[in-house]
Nanobody, 121 residues
Framework: QVQVVESGGGLVQAGGSLRLSCVAS????????MTWHRQAPGKQRELVAV???????NYADSVKGRFTISRDNARNTMYLQMNSLKPEDTAVYYC???????????????WGQGTQVTVSS
């Protein structure tokens, strides 16, 4: 089985920075695309940033120039460096990973439980 765990959330003032981490662990053969999402209170979940196993990235317009996604393939870990944070970035941040587990023929999608990011004005 594969577990995905996010960490690094917290409370920060507007203009500050946070770095989120997402680790995929378990009986993993390979990890493919990894994605950060967020869900603010009363709003739908939205895609924040995505990174392929080759390192190609894409961002939501609302975070371009402020957030940077990266990954360490050797550690099956993805990061989200968030700078110039705004109150509207307040949300629960989730990551998902496409991964192939031992004994499973195809890639499956696995989600973490989320980490809270709160930006005060």
């Amino acid at each position: 089985q594969v577990q995905v765990v996010e960490s690094g959330g917290g409370l920060v003032q507007a203009g500050g920075s946070l770095r989120l981490s997402c680790v995929a662990s378990g009986s993993i053969i390979s990890v493919g695309t990894m994605t950060w999402h967020r869900q603010a209170p009363g709003k739908q979940r939205e895609l924040v940033a995505v990174i392929t196993s080759a390192g190609s990235t894409n961002y939501a317009d609302s975070v371009k120039g402020r957030f940077t996604i990266s990954r360490d393939n050797a550690r099956n870990t993805m990061y989200l460096q968030m700078n110039s944070l705004k109150p509207e970035d307040t949300a629960v941040y989730y990551c998902d990973a496409d991964a192939q587990a031992l004994g499973v023929k195809s890639f499956q999608n696995y989600w973490g439980q989320g980490t809270q990011v709160t930006v005060s004005s």
